[in-house]
């Protein structure tokens, strides 16, 4: 019997390819997982409508379900149904996020203001004593910072 | 030479007596979309010229936000019944666009791209804002996605409008006669659609005239922030036309440059 939670479980392992220590599951992206029988139905939702990872990981999802063999047809859908906000993502993909050197997105991102995205604490030394250089980055979902502390230039995931 | 290609590329036309909520809803899209793929492209411009490497980034970071989204937006007309985007994004010629005018504006010095930004980011920042609560659901999701986005391109446009805008003589200066020359063109982006009633009757957009007066509201004070001075009402003439397909010269030469590779192989992909 095939459920969610293991198809849940099994995309565990397919990594956001930007971010390779984060899955798609704690990146919160996984907003639907629909059997019948044995084909499996993932929806996903964009984290950013200009992410060019998009296609990559919707042919990531099905490659790595069709090596199930117990698994039927398998298809992805992306939706913007559910609207994908940071505080999507889990605890656990906090913490993968700083393990890829990356301040994770603070929590609560309905109201965002430049304020907000200065306070970024430093993924090295904790240390609230950082700047903001650029509210954008190398991909579209990181920003720019510099810790006055450690004196190390770090990258944000931006709340959004 | 011109009345030639004129005659050969009518302008959009539209009957307005005749025009359901269907067709008033594809218009609203084709400007949309078609707006945030000319002005994505023209950002795009900036990739490797930017004034400093952050400010490179921030503008080739944007275009990618704004092609992104206009891609979704012609995919919402392909499900209406529209060719697919590839299709419409590069295959039509500049009187088929319905982008406003200030769009394809080049991008001129530093501080013309930056008054543009902060002009057309915050009318599109209120737009897709208004639209979160449009009847039609497909449109309401895309664009409580893009609103989350673009607060970025606001905030990022503030902050350059407000350092230089106060900075020194030079800075105020070049912003200010930046920000008299977009005037109209800006203006212009409000140019009434041929069934506005329909749209706001059917609640699927506030219409034109409300959303300037929501970003007249929001901007003013922020540029009065920034020491600058929106031009007297009475030298108000927004430059209209964009949206019927009447578009200054700069348009068909950046078309031909975005669909320079489509043309030579459609398939191409990478």
Known sequence: MITKSYIREQLKQVKDPEIPTISIVDLGIVTGIDIHENDVHVTLTPTFAGCPALRLMEDMVVNHLNSYNQLGKITVETSFETTWTTDLITDEGHAAIKKHGLAPPIRNCSNITMEVIEATNCPYCDSDNTSMKSPFGPTLCRSLHYCNNCKQAFEGFKPI | ?270
């Open chain 2, 1 to 270: 030479m011109l009345l030639k290609q004129e005659a050969e590329n009518p302008q959009i036309t539209y009957n307005s007596n005749k025009m359901n909520s269907i067709d008033a809803l594809k218009e609203l899209l084709y400007k949309i979309a078609d707006d945030q793929l000319i002005i994505g492209h023209r950002n795009s411009e900036w990739t490797g010229l930017g004034p400093i490497l952050e400010e490179d980034i921030a503008f080739s970071s944007m275009a990618q936000d704004k092609i992104g989204q206009s891609e979704h937006i012609y995919n919402l007309l392909h499900q209406l019944g529209e060719a697919d985007a590839d299709t419409v994004a590069f295959t039509r010629n500049s009187a088929q666009f319905h982008s406003s005018q200030f769009v394809e504006l080049p991008i001129g010095d530093y501080s013309f791209s930056l008054i543009r930004h902060f002009l057309f980011d915050f009318a599109e920042y209120l737009r897709f804002e208004s639209l979160k609560s449009s009847s039609y659901e497909p449109l309401a999701q895309v664009s409580k996605k893009f609103f989350g986005e673009i607060k970025y391109h606001t905030m990022h446009a503030n902050t350059w409008v407000n350092q230089l805008g106060k900075g020194n003589e030079e800075s105020h200066t070049k912003m200010q006669d930046s920000l008299n020359y977009a005037w109209n063109y800006a203006l212009g982006m409000f140019e009434q659609g041929p069934a506005e009633d329909l749209l706001i009757s059917e609640n699927i957009f506030i219409g034109e005239k409300a959303l300037q007066d929501v970003w007249l509201g929001t901007i003013t004070p922020l540029l009065t922030q920034s020491n600058l001075t929106i031009p007297a009402q009475e030298n108000w003439k927004p430059i209209f036309g964009g949206r019927f397909g009447k578009h200054s010269q700069h348009l068909q030469p950046l078309l031909e440059e975005m669909t320079e590779v489509y043309s030579i192989d459609p398939s191409a992909d990478w």
